[in-house]
């Protein structure tokens, strides 16, 4: 679903990780590990198409992908059930529920709340819900743990681990301490090493 060669990104002249190669397959997650500044962003930006590598390739057979980072993309003046409407519209999938979606995410006691007003972990939780509003087979997910409580760390994992079961794939960048505990099982495969920053 995505082979990547050799690809290395630098900033200034100066490299911001070392040369990165692998092949994800359907059902695979490739775990980005490492300290703050190694380049795991920048890493998943290059495969989302936002930056463009310095050297190597990479082939994404997807139709299409799904990505959430550090920048959440939910608009501010609109209410939690507006932002999802708006995702899946945008996204052209009208038959999800986004009611469904609240419930699913623990987020429909503020499904009128603005944006604006919500938690930090609200609001996570609110942008990771495009992720169960799309088709999309590949997921690029960077630090989707960050200010969630344990119930949220606990849901994103179920989301992935679905998402994999259903034959998707994912790219995922945390930090070490937030390493998902399933991650290591044989039932999903787990490509470790070559994303170590």
């Known amino acids: 679903m995505l082979f990547v060669s050799e690809i290395s990104f630098e900033r200034y002249f100066e490299p911001v990780f070392q040369p990165v190669s692998f092949a994800l397959e359907a059902g695979g997650l490739l775990l980005v590990t490492g300290a703050n500044g190694c380049g795991k962003t ?15 390739n990479y082939t994404c057979q997807a139709p299409s992908t799904a990505y959430v980072g550090h920048q959440l993309a939910i608009k501010d003046d609109l209410s ?6 708006f995702m899946r519209n945008f996204l052209g999938i009208r038959q999800r529920s986004c009611k469904a979606v609240m419930q699913r995410l623990g987020l429909d006691r503020v499904a009128g709340q603005l944006a604006r007003t919500l938690s930090a972990g609200q609001r996570k939780r609110c942008a990771l819900g495009r992720l169960l509003l799309t088709d999309s087979k590949l997921w ?6 960050a200010n ?13 681990i679905n998402h994999l079961a259903a034959g998707g794939a994912c790219v995922l960048a945390t930090l070490g301490n937030h390493r998902p505990g399933w991650a290591s099982s044989q039932e999903y495969p787990l490509i470790s090493g070559a994303g170590e920053c």
């Open 42 to 56: 920048t890493l998943i930006r290059v495969l989302a198409g936002f930056l463009h590598p310095t050297s190597g």
């Open 80 to 85: 939690v059930i507006e932002n999802l409407r």
């Open 140 to 145: 690029l997910l960077d630090e989707p743990y």
């Open 148 to 160: 969630l409580d344990p119930e949220g760390v606990g849901l994103v994992d179920d989301i992935v």
